[in-house]
């Protein structure tokens, strides 16, 4: 399988940037899908964005206009822009991914902490 590793995480004001990094493994083949999720204590872990191996990409609402997703195939990374930042952002955000064909599975990263505060 695939593994994934994040970065990018850390300490942000309220208004600011951060830029996550998620690096596989190996080249990704066939049919698939790569997405960030975010877990705030408490809290269920939630699709923060997603793209897949055909461009589609989705947004949670409550990140649309802020965060943008996007995929460099010869880094074998996605990366996960954060504008605007909010407390309400604070989580340890995961990358995934889905593969669909020609095999199907599900890989995890470790996680990386985002903490917006002032």
């Known amino acids: 399988q695939v593994q994934l590793v994040e970065s990018g995480g850390g300490l942000v004001q309220p208004g600011g940037s951060l830029r996550l990094s998620c690096a596989a493994s190996?080249?990704?083949?066939?049919?698939?899908?790569m997405a960030w999720y975010r877990q705030a204590p408490g809290n269920e872990r939630d699709l923060v964005a997603s793209?897949?191996?055909?461009?589609?990409?989705n947004y949670a609402d409550s990140v649309k206009g802020r965060f943008t997703i996007s995929r460099d195939n010869a880094k074998n990374t996605v990366d996960l822009q954060m504008n605007s930042l909010k407390p309400e952002d604070t989580a340890v955000y995961y990358c995934k991914l889905d593969t669909h064909y020609p095999r199907i599975y599900a890989s995890w990263g470790q996680g990386t902490q985002v903490t917006v505060s002032s």
């Open positions: 190996r080249n990704i083949f066939g049919i698939y899908t």
């Open positions: 793209i897949s191996s055909g461009g589609s990409i």
